[in-house]
Nanobody, 123 residues
Framework: QVQLVESGGGLVQAGGSLRLSCAAS????????MGWFRQAPGKERDFVAA??????RYADSVKGRFTISRDNAKNTVYLQMNSLKPEDTAVYYC??????????????????WGQGTQVTVSS
């Protein structure tokens, strides 16, 4: 059974940092796209960042502030978030795309999802 478990969310002041982790189990995802999405109340689920191999892709809103990385030995993907802003407040989801070999930003193309972790940035 495939399972993705996020951790690392919380409350932080604007300008602060958080690191999210997503541990995958039940399958090895080293050759697939792993990514992060976020959803604020009343808004659609938005792409944040994703990677496959040495390739990464970021939403314009987080470029230069967020960094995605992965440890294939641990089947874990990370999202380092720096210089956080109140508009970064959302539930952050980890996701895996087993169908595409290139990074796509459409959430519906991803096959497996974690339960989400809340990130709240206060002003």
């Amino acid at each position: 059974q495939v399972q993705l478990v996020e951790s690392g969310g919380g409350l932080v002041q604007a300008g602060g940092s958080l690191r999210l982790s997503c541990a995958a189990s039940g399958r090895t995802f080293s050759r697939y796209v792993m990514g992060w999405f976020r959803q604020a109340p009343g808004k659609e689920r938005d792409f944040v960042a994703a990677m496959r191999g040495g390739n990464t892709r970021y939403a314009d809103s987080v470029k230069g502030r967020f960094t995605i990385s992965r440890d294939n030995a641990k089947n874990t993907v990370y999202l380092q978030m720096n210089s956080l802003k109140p508009e970064d407040t959302a539930v952050y989801y980890c996701a895996v795309d087993t169908q595409e070999m290139t990074i796509v930003t459409t959430w519906a193309r991803y096959d497996y999802w974690g339960q989400g972790t809340q990130v709240t940035v206060s002003s």
